[in-house]
């Protein structure tokens, strides 16, 4: 009899009366509290993969360290996973006499899109809506994977954070129990202003995620890979290009040192978009690396928005152009850069070891870099490391006629260099003059933002409401989206 069965025979409705009589049987039985809590956990767990809703929930990213090299798989990039995650409320209806998916998305105009499944070949035809390739990608690459043989009815609600986009002219609503809280927009999503930190990644992530989960009746955990494979195929088919894919992973994995797949991985598919293609890739193991990362405690990441605004397909392409034409000078400027990136990763790596060894001294060396020169050898590397990357990133700008970090980033980090408590800092991922990503004690953040506030050399930075939140995607409480209906 499984847990689901056992509560179901006992016929109680109210899950926390279930949950004491089983712990309770457990105990009279001589199994202990801990077959019973083992056992109630099946049982939760069981309700929850049977239960007509679930959500889920994928994070935003900041590329700290690795632009532009993490499009060669010979490279690893830092990624910090973001508190600003993209959500999908995922429900099974009524089947009607097509199977169909639908998703809304209520924080923006016309957020509304319906798809139907057009034959036994498992192919996708969208019967509502505007186009939105991210969403359109993911719906179709997931039926070709699972090629449903029941009927269905899937309905999903996106819910975006805040910090993905603009905050002008929005209006909060809260969930009915508090515990969420969205900003509505009027415009569609394609006329409201980007922030830059993956919303396209964490939207195809949890669309993935949530259709995948429903239809295996699975857990996130038994099935990540695939839906990482299934989320990097479909953002790149999206895009119409083939990415470094560091987006979509940290939405899957959250924080990590990253290395990419190879390309070819997913062009095959592109050249032979057959179904037994799709499922023998996603099904494979892919070559990359995705080692889970945090930042060591007392360190925060700060996010400045500029508001400047960069295309990185275009500084991608210079980037490119140059590498092709001068393959030697690149070659080594590259080896230099990875160099300092790998420092920063070591550097990270080894604060960590020096908090596991001594907490107090730990903190005592965080505390006193702000007011003294005397810092830990492990701080002074952080340092050296974040100053060598923008110095390495500097001399790309100047090769290659991109501004990865043109004069004004320049000045503006120079500047929070001098701030209480910073570490350093950099332009993230492409670079260009949309945001600075800086490494900061944690307990002088207050001062930091206070002392910015009236100094005119950060007048053009708004400090974004983040931190670092090292989990990938996750399951969420459904519960915590009711009442969300604009
Ligand atoms: N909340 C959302 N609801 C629906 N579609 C979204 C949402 N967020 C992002 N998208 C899709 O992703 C696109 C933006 O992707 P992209 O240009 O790659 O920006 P980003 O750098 O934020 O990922 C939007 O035009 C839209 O198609
Ligand atoms: C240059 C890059 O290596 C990093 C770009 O990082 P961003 O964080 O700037 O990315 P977007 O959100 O796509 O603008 C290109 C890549 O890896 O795809």
């Excluded at 070891?353 to 020169?373: G, Q």
């Excluded at 990133?393 to 120079?414: F, R, S, V, W, Y």
């Amino acid at each position: 009899m499984t847990a689901a069965e056992v509560s179901q025979a006992l016929n109680l409705t109210d899950l926390k009366d279930r949950s004491w009589s089983i712990v309770a049987s457990s105990a009279i039985k001589g199994e202990g509290l801990t077959e019973g809590l083992d056992w109630l956990m099946d049982v939760i767990k069981d309700e929850q993969l049977m239960s007509t809703v679930r959500a889920f929930s994928a994070p935003g990213k900041a590329l700290i360290a690795g632009g532009y090299l993490v499009l060669d798989p010979a490279y690893n990039a830092y990624v910090t996973a973001l508190s600003c995650r993209m959500h999908a409320v995922i429900e099974s209806r009524e089947v009607p006499a097509k199977s169909k998916i639908t998703i809304d998305s209520p924080q923006f105009g016309k957020g509304h899109w319906v798809y139907e499944m057009k034959d036994e070949e498992f192919r996708v035809e969208q019967v509502e809506g505007d186009l939105n390739p991210f969403v359109g990608a993911a719906v179709e690459t997931i039926l070709k994977y699972v090629e449903p043989r029941e009927s269905f009815n899937y309905h999903i609600t996106i819910y975006s954070d805040a910090g993905y986009h603009t905050q002008q002219d929005t209006r909060a609503v809260k969930s009915g129990n508090g515990a969420k809280q969205f900003l509505y927009h009027l415009e569609p999503i394609g006329q409201v202003a980007k922030t830059g930190l993956g919303s396209s990644a964490g939207l195809v992530s949890v669309i993935t995620g949530s259709l995948l989960s429903v239809f295996k009746k699975s857990s996130l955990d038994e099935i990540k890979d695939k839906i990482h494979n299934l989320a990097q195929i479909s953002h790149c088919y999206a895009q119409k290009k083939v990415g470094s894919g560091f987006d979509v992973a940290a939405a899957i994995y959250g924080s990590i040192i990253y290395r990419r797949f190879h390309a070819s991985v997913i062009d095959e598919y592109f050249q032979n978009p057959k179904q037994e293609k799709l499922q023998e890739i996603v099904n494979n193991q892919w070559d990359f690396k995705h080692v889970r990362c945090a930042l060591p405690p007392g360190i925060k990441l700060l996010m400045g928005d500029i508001s400047g605004g960069s295309e990185t397909p275009k500084l991608v392409s210079k980037v490119l152009k140059w590498k092709n034409e001068d393959p030697n000078t690149s070659k080594l400027l590259y080896e230099n850069l990875n160099s300092a990136n790998m420092s920063l990763v070591n550097a990270l790596d080894q604060l960590h070891k020096e908090y596991e060894e001594n907490e107090s001294n730990y903190r005592d060396n965080l505390n006193k870099f702000s007011t003294d020169s005397i810092i830990s050898s492990n701080l002074q590397s952080l340092v050296n490391s974040l100053h060598d990357i923008r110095q390495y990133l500097k001399k790309l700008t100047n090769l290659t006629g991109a501004d990865i970090e043109p004069e004004l980033q320049t000045i503006l980090l120079d500047a929070c260099f001098t701030l209480p408590g910073c570490l350093g800092g950099v332009v993230p991922g492409a670079g260009g003059f949309d945001a600075i990503s800086l490494l900061v004690v944690e307990s002088k953040v207050d001062q930091i933002l206070n002392q910015t506030m009236s100094d005119s050399r950060f007048s053009n930075v708004s400090w974004l409401n983040l931190h670092e939140e090292a989990e990938g995607i996750l399951e969420e409480n459904p519960a915590d989206y009711k009442d969300l209906s604009a």
